[in-house]
Structures are given as C-alpha cells and as structure tokens.
C-alpha cells in the first residue's frame, strides 16, 4: 500500500527566506509523486510531479522538489518565499486507482 | 475555461435531507474520482469512475452515498439522510487513465462543493 507523511502541519518563514516542506513516503512499488496546492476555497492544483525520470522535479512557481529513494523523501523547497506562496500544500502519492494525500502542511508567509 | 468545474460550489442543508452534487470534468479524460476533504486534512478517496463504470469504492462510502456517471461525461454524487458528520468540501478529479504512466497521470481538481449540515 502507498502512503505519504508530511512532518510539520504549520510552517511560518519570512518573506525572502527558504521554503522546506517535509513529506515522507511509504510503497511497495516504485512510487509516483505529486505536490499539490490549495489556496482558500478552493481545489488543488498540481505544483509537480516525480514519476522515476529525473530526481530533482522542478515545478511552477519556482518550487522544486527532490526524490530520495534511500530516504524515501520527496521534499518541497523554494529558494524565496513570497507573500503569494501563503496556502496549504500537500503532498501525494498515486495508488493503483486514486491518490493518496498527506494531512497537508499550511505555509505562512511573514512580511 | 476548460477545467474541472463542479455545482453547486457552497450547500447548507438540515439533518435527514437528501443533496446531490455534479462534477464535469475534464472533457478528454475518461477517469473520474471523488474525494472528500474535512477541515486540516488531506483529500480522502470516495470513488472513480473509469468512463461510465464505477470502477472503485472507498469503505468511507456508506450506503447513504451514490454515484453515477450515466454517459460517461459529467457525475453527481448523492448522499441521502445527511449526518452533521457529512460537512465537508466535497472534491472532484479527472485524469487520462491511458497510457504506460497512467499511475503517474496527474489529477485535476475542481473547485470543490463544500456541505454544511445543520
């Protein structure tokens, strides 16, 4: 069965500053990964995706986001954060039929 | 806009009554999910549809809880006798669920249909 854990509920950074978010994951097959965004009210929205090309994802909005095997981390990072980058963001993992999400992580972006 | 787009987007309704909810997804794509999302949690899988067959269902989905996808298009999701336990955003997905990366296919998200039960 596939899982995702991501550590951390509330991370708070200033604006400018590195973003790092934590998610952790757990599949008996190769597994397929996605960072998903979700600003208030509404649904998500795919940030990036890792399926077993290259390690290091970019994705939009300038996040990327490295897979680690031996770790079996696919964490999300940004450079400088802004303002705009305020949400909740989750982190997911394709099953055979549907996608299993983490609690999510909500990210404020202090001034 | 040629998103996924879902109807209504806000539903407040009294314990015991019936609601229904429709989702038209993207138009290409023939697979079809439903998940439910409460309050500091990640999405939680419902059910899919792959074309007009009911392929999957989540044991979240209760008896109270119906799905249809009648031609293959656009899907409702009924949940009769609403609980106070049933308040929560009401997601749909779609993908392509063809070709050898299907399992790395993303989802595309509606905006959500969000239930208050009173």
């Known amino acids: 069965a596939q899982s995702v854990t991501q550590l951390g509920s509330h991370v708070s950074v200033s604006e400018g500053a590195l973003v790092l978010l934590r998610c952790n994951y757990s599949?008996?097959?190769?597994?397929?990964l996605f960072w998903y965004v979700q600003y208030p009210n509404q649904g998500l929205q795919l940030l990036l995706k890792?399926?077993?090309?290259?390690?290091l994802v970019k994705g939009i909005n300038g996040f990327e986001a490295e897979f680690k095997k031996s770790e079996t981390s696919f964490h999300l990072t940004k450079p400088s954060a802004h303002m705009s980058d305020a949400a909740e963001y989750f982190c997911?993992?394709?099953?055979?039929?549907?996608?299993?999400f983490g609690a999510g992580t909500r990210l404020t972006v202090k001034p | 806009d040629t998103g996924v787009s879902q109807d209504p987007r806000h539903k407040i309704t009294k314990r015991g009554q019936n609601v229904t909810f429709r989702c038209d997804p993207i138009?290409?794509?023939?697979?079809l999910y439903w998940y439910r999302q409460t309050l500091g949690q990640g999405p939680e899988f419902l059910t899919y549809?792959?074309?007009?067959?009911?392929?999957?269902k989540s044991r979240l989905l209760s008896d109270r809880f119906s799905a249809e996808r009648p031609k293959g298009s656009f899907s409702t999701l009924e949940i009769q006798r609403t609980e106070q336990g049933d308040s929560a955003m009401y997601l749909c997905?779609?993908?392509?669920?063809?070709?050898?990366?299907?399992?790395?296919?993303?989802?595309?998200f509606g905006p959500g249909t969000r239930l208050t039960v009173l």
């Open positions: 997905a779609s993908s392509l669920g063809t070709g050898v990366l299907k399992r790395g296919n993303e989802q595309f």
């Open positions: 549809f792959q074309n007009e067959a009911q392929l999957e």
């Open positions: 997911a993992v394709s099953g055979n039929n549907d996608m299993r």
């Open positions: 890792y399926t077993s090309a290259a390690t």
């Open positions: 599949s008996s097959v190769p597994p397929y």
């Open positions: 138009s290409e794509h023939n697979r």
